[in-house]
């Protein structure tokens, strides 16, 4: 039944990361496609500064949901083994879940750049490493870059996604500290340490992309 279920929860995956909530958001609240206006990135920062901050918080909120809900459904219902098989079906659904909020089927394959989104996935699998990689980022740009226009919202995400694989790798070489229910500190098998660098490598690539269709004129969407 594994090839079946992979069959049907990858698909889902892709469909719940192409539900675009800053473009539909926008669109209801504003009468406006986010994808022409400002930086033309259909994301939380976008609609921040276009539409209003209180309706960027609700895009992050279902951002962050849709990269999130989807695997801890997931884990429950079909994948519950945390062995090499269950962990590789939840991280191709995490990846497809990214890749359907860049490239998404219902608004012409036209999307973001996934930072919210890949903020659920990491919570998913790493929430302590990733909640320790986020703070330190953010103390990084109060301390260094907080005078810099959108400082919160473009240089502590450059900051956390590599720091967030870095502090995987350190927890599981050095420590080993369970705090309660599924919630750990290290400890972690070399195939979650494997997907997150992976997972870390691939944001960063979608949004070199990003950069250069900008420089390029295009449509950086």
Not at 174 to 181: A, E, R
């Amino acid at each position: 039944m594994y090839p079946v279920f992979l069959m049907i929860c990858l698909p889902v995956a892709y469909l719940s990361g192409s539900i675009n909530f800053a473009i539909l958001i926008s669109r209801w609240a504003r009468g406006i496609d986010i994808r022409t206006v400002g930086s033309r990135n259909p994301g939380t920062a976008n609609v921040g500064r276009e539409v209003g901050k209180g309706w960027a918080a609700l895009v992050f909120l279902g951002d962050l949901a849709k990269g999130l809900v989807p695997l801890i459904l997931a884990k429950a219902l079909v994948f519950p083994e945390g062995n090499l098989s269950d962990y590789l079906a939840l991280f191709l659904m995490g990846m497809l879940v990214i890749t359907g909020h860049c490239w998404p089927v219902f608004h012409r394959f036209k999307g973001g750049g996934g930072l919210a989104t890949s903020i659920g996935v990491y919570m998913f699998f790493v929430p302590v490493e990733f909640f320790l990689a986020l703070l330190v980022s953010y103390i990084a740009v109060v301390l260094l870059f907080r005078k810099k226009q959108y400082a919160y919202g473009q240089i502590v995400p450059m900051f956390f996604v590599p720091l967030a694989p870095l502090f995987v790798l350190l927890s599981t070489l050095f420590v080993q500290l369970k705090l309660g229910g599924t919630f750990r500190v290290g400890g972690h098998p070399w195939y979650v340490v494997a997907g997150i660098s992976l997972l870390s490598l691939y944001i960063v690539l979608i949004n070199i992309r990003i950069v250069k269709g900008r420089f390029s004129g295009t449509n950086s969407v």
